[in-house]
Antibody, heavy 118, light 107 residues
């Protein structure tokens, strides 16, 4: 079964850091680009960042550029998101997603809640 | 950035109804448009890619159409399991952007 499972969410103060992980199983991980998408409670989906199969290319939404870093470890079938200088408006469920060549997302994790609050 | 809008933002419908949701892009995206279904507390599910290509396993009552800036998602014969939020997403040019979603609930 193709599966993505996120971990690492929690509560952090503004200006703090958090690292999210996404464990992939059931498919050849390094065949795919991967992405992080977030969803504030009760709001729509917002693309955050993507990384290609060999980590050569990474892209970020303007809202997180310079603060977040996406990475992957193909040997461990894992995707990561290092989040620094967190702000209150970063509060959201963070979902990892498998990206198809047409930039659609065909497999998603359940999401991990990140709450930034003083 | 390409802005995506959807209408309506919510609708109430009955089982068996035909429902159409509209998605509009702020500029021409050809057919680089995908549709997702999301139920409360669950991950999104890819229904349709490239505006009209149904994903494997998705019931044929779902259909997508349009090109350029205007797109539709139609559910022909709404089923109880179809009550959910539907979102469009453009994959024409970065950054990837999503519509705000249309919530379909029971009348």
């Amino acid at each position: 079964e193709v599966q993505l499972v996120e971990s690492g969410g929690g509560v952090v103060r503004p200006g703090g850091s958090l690292r999210l992980s996404c464990a992939a199983s059931g498919f050849t991980f390094d065949d795919y680009a991967m992405s992080w998408v977030r969803q504030a409670p009760g709001k729509g989906l917002e693309w955050v960042s993507s990384i290609n199969w060999n980590s050569y290319t990474t892209t970020y939404a303007d809202s997180v550029k310079g603060r977040f870093t996406i990475s992957r470890d193909n040997a461990r079938n894992s995707l990561y998101l290092q989040m620094n200088s967190l702000r209150v408006d970063d509060t959201a469920f963070y979902l990892c997603a498998r990206e198809l060549p047409n930039w659609s997302f065909d497999t998603w994790g359940q999401g991990n809640l990140v709450t930034v609050s003083a | 950035d390409i802005q995506m809008t959807q209408s309506p933002s919510s609708l109430s419908a009955s089982v068996g109804d035909r429902v159409t949701i509209t998605c509009r892009a702020s500029q021409n995206i050809n057919n680089f448009l995908n549709w997702y279904q999301q139920k409360p507390g669950k991950a999104p599910k890819l229904l349709i890619s490239a505006a009209s290509s149904l994903q494997s396993g998705v019931p044929s009552r779902f259909s997508g159409g349009g090109s350029g800036t205007d797109f539709t998602l139609t559910i022909s014969g709404l089923q109880p399991e179809d009550f959910a939020t539907y979102s469009c997403q453009q994959s024409s040019s970065p950054p990837i952007t999503f519509g705000p979603g249309t919530k379909v609930d029971i009348k």
